[in-house]
Structures are given as C-alpha cells and as structure tokens.
C-alpha cells in the first residue's frame, strides 16, 4: 500500500449499471478525482447467483481495476459488498470501501425507535450482511430485511412512477411498515431511484441512501490517508463539467454494451453522459 498516489485514480465496480448511483454520489462529493468504473453488464445480475459465484467474478474484475493503478477500490453493489467485501481488503494492495457499512452506520444513528428495515436483492439479504453489520454497531435493534427481487427490473423498465410499481411496493413492504420500522436502508444500487415511490406511500419512513453515505466514507478514508485530488490541483483533465466545479475524468466500462445499457447511464448517472468503452470478459480474466 505504500506506493498509494493522489494522482492515481479511484476504482468503481459494479455488477452492472445501477452502481451509477454511487459514482454520481462519489462525483459530486469529489470533484478533483479521476474515476475508472467497471460494469460487469455481461454477466448482470449478480443477486441471483450464488456466493461462490460472485466471489469469482469479483476477484476478475477487482484484479481488472488493478491495471489502471487505483489508489482505492469502492465495490459500488451492495451484493458485491455483502459476499465479497472482506476477502477482497485482505486481498488487494489498496484500501476497498463498500456500501455496506456506511448504510448500516447512518440507519443505526438515524433510527429513533429501534426498529429498521433493509431492503436488497436475495442475496444480498440472504447473506444477512446488513444484519451482521447492523447488530455489530448497536446490538439493541430489531431488524426487518426483505428480498425485493422485482424491484431491479421494474427500476430498468423505467416504471417508477406506474402503479404497478406502488403495488409491488406495498407488496413488500407493508409487513415492515405494520412492525413500525422508522428507517429503510435501500440496500441495492438501484433503489434510490424509487425513493420518491416509496415516500409517497410511506412518507414517515426515513429512507438511508448507501450510495450518499458510501461517497462520504470514501471522502473520509481519501483525507484520512492523504491520498485526497482537490479539484483545484487536478487541472480539466476530462472534460467532465458539472456543476459542482468538477475536474476530474470519468471512464466507464462495461462488459457488454447495448442500446438498452446506454438509455441506463441516462437514468443511473447524474451527470453529463459519458461514452462508455467495452472491454472483454476474456480479456479480464487473461
Ligand atoms: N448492483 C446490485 C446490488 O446492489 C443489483 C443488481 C444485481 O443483482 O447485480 O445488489
């Protein structure tokens, strides 16, 4: 770890688009920084698939990142983060930050009445990640999770606002809601896009967003090691203007690429699309 530069760039990988969400958040909190984000769009998704699995693939696509000399890897997919996360700190030569922890310390001291629910794919809730993590912060709350498995194709369909959305909503989280929960951690890359669904039926429930709490943690671990590009030392390196003064570049990856994959960036990033480059899985794994 001692050749960490601040000039390198910052690593980002997801199973496949719905990490956006997290390299918006990260983009907007750091603007000096270059950014190299991968998709593993060929293989998405990875909430179905087992541990061993996904193990694999992550191992593949860190290893991928390395190449590009990252100073720290953020696994911006919470089923990444909940089978993989701590094999791959032991394993790789830069720090690595998931979404797992930063949710589950913002529910923990959000929560007033003790009761919180998570939300994810199967095996991401299967894995029980957030419960461990959660438990580990304060062992004194109850914890309601549910697998939404409909919830990532409906968000890609772009249905947000149908009300068969609501329905599918109600459907799972009306049991969580009866046990009084006061906070929901959207414990999947996609689901912050249905924040505003899930607020106009349950407008008490608070709502953590990982990918707001991931982006601060890696903001804290880049100050915290001084390994932090502000924005005035980077120089307008990419072209990548938003409004926040940003500087930085933002190269994104993708194992496979379709028509369908490019109308996603529009609806998972937040900023000024980016052209996205194809690499091979076969490549990867060389
Ligand atoms: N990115 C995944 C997550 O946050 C969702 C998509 C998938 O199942 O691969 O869990």
Same mark, same amino acid.
């Not at 989280?173 to 929901?184: A, G, P, Q, T």
């Given at each position: ?6 000039s ?7 199973s ?15 603007p ?14 990875? !909430?179905s @698939? %087992? ?5 694999? $693939?992550? =191992? #593949?696509?860190?290893?991928y990142?390395?190449?590009?000399? &990252?100073?720290?890897?953020?696994i ?5 983060s ?8 032991e394993e790789?030569?830069?720090p ?11 529910v ?11 939300? !994810?794919? @199967? %095996?991401t809730?299967?894995?029980g990640? $957030?419960? =461990? #993590?959660?438990?580990r ?5 109850? &914890?309601?999770s ?27 989280l ?8 006061d ?6 890359t ?17 709502l ?22 502000e ?43 980016q ?12």
């Amino acid at each position: 770890m001692s050749e960490l530069k601040p000039s390198s760039p910052i690593g980002v990988f997801d199973s496949g688009m719905g990490g956006l969400t997290v390299l918006s958040e990260l983009v907007s909190a750091l603007p000096g920084e270059d950014f190299v984000y991968l998709g593993d769009t060929a293989r998405v998704p990875y !909430g179905s @698939r %087992s541990p061993g699995t996904i193990l694999r $693939y992550s =191992r #593949e696509v860190s290893e991928y990142l390395l190449r590009f000399d &990252i100073k720290l890897l953020v696994i911006a997919c919470n089923t990444v983060s909940a089978h993989a996360e701590s094999i791959l700190r032991e394993e790789l030569p830069c720090p690595v930050i998931g979404v797992i922890h930063p949710g589950a310390r913002a529910v923990v001291a959000q929560s007033r009445t003790g009761r919180v629910g998570v939300i !994810g794919t @199967r %095996s991401t809730i299967k894995s029980g990640a $957030y419960e =461990r #993590e959660i438990r580990r912060l304060n062992s004194d709350l109850s &914890i309601f999770s549910k697998a939404c498995p409909l919830l990532v194709p409906v968000i890609e369909e772009g249905w947000m606002d149908k009300k068969v959305t609501g329905q599918i909503l109600q459907e799972y989280l009306s049991e969580m809601v009866r046990e009084d929960v006061d906070s929901l951690v959207l414990g999947c890359t996609h689901y912050p896009l249905l924040k505003k669904a899930i607020k106009d039926q349950y407008p008490e429930l608070k709502l953590i967003d990982s990918s707001v709490e991931t982006a601060r943690a890696v903001k804290q671990q880049l100050e915290e090691r001084e390994l932090l590009r502000e924005a005035s030392e980077s120089g307008p390196t990419s072209g990548l203007k938003t409004d926040n003064g940003n500087r930085g570049s933002v190269r994104i990856l993708l194992t496979d690429i379709t028509d369908h994959i490019e109308s996603l960036e529009r609806l998972f990033f937040r900023h000024p699309f980016q052209s996205l480059e194809e690499i091979q899985i076969d490549d990867m794994t060389r």
